[in-house]
């Protein structure tokens, strides 16, 4: 006896139950967004809830990204050895 039907489970179907990855830029712009909508102060109580828990997520992304990033320099940044090189950050962008 086969199952199938629209409530079959398949292991390789795409998941559509979370949210799909999202860019550091992408996740400021929307946060930027939400920031605008709040301040705005027109939007009802339930509505400004859901933009804040959304802001939160979000926040936790951007944050997420920039201790990925973070760590990536660091391992960037060792010698040979596996040491630490710490150098004079240049804000000019001149070598």
Same mark, same amino acid.
Not at 1 to 15: I, L, N, Q
Not at 63 to 74: G, H, M, P, T, V
């Given at each position: 006896?086969?199952?199938?039907?629209?409530?079959?489970?398949?292991?390789?179907?795409?998941?559509t139950?979370?949210?799909?990855?999202?860019?550091?830029?992408?996740?400021? $712009?929307?946060?930027?967004?939400?920031?605008?909508?709040? $301040?705005?102060?027109?939007?009802?109580? $339930?509505?400004?809830i859901? /933009?804040?828990?959304?802001?939160?997520?979000?926040? /936790?992304?951007?944050?997420?990204?920039? $201790?990925?990033?973070?760590?990536?320099?660091?391992?960037?940044?060792?010698?040979?050895?596996?040491?630490?090189?710490?150098?004079?950050?240049?804000?000019?962008?001149?070598?």
């Open positions: 006896m086969s199952k199938s039907g629209p409530s079959e489970h398949r292991p390789d179907a795409p998941s139950t979370g949210p799909a990855p999202v860019s550091l830029e992408t996740a400021l $712009e929307r946060l930027d967004g939400i920031v605008r909508e709040m $301040e705005a102060g027109e939007l009802p109580l $339930e509505t400004l859901a /933009k804040y828990e959304e802001g939160i997520g979000l926040s /936790k992304i951007c944050r997420d990204k920039l $201790e990925s990033a973070e760590e990536r320099i660091r391992i960037i940044s060792r010698d040979s050895g596996g040491n630490p090189v710490l150098e004079e950050f240049d804000a000019s962008g001149e070598d």
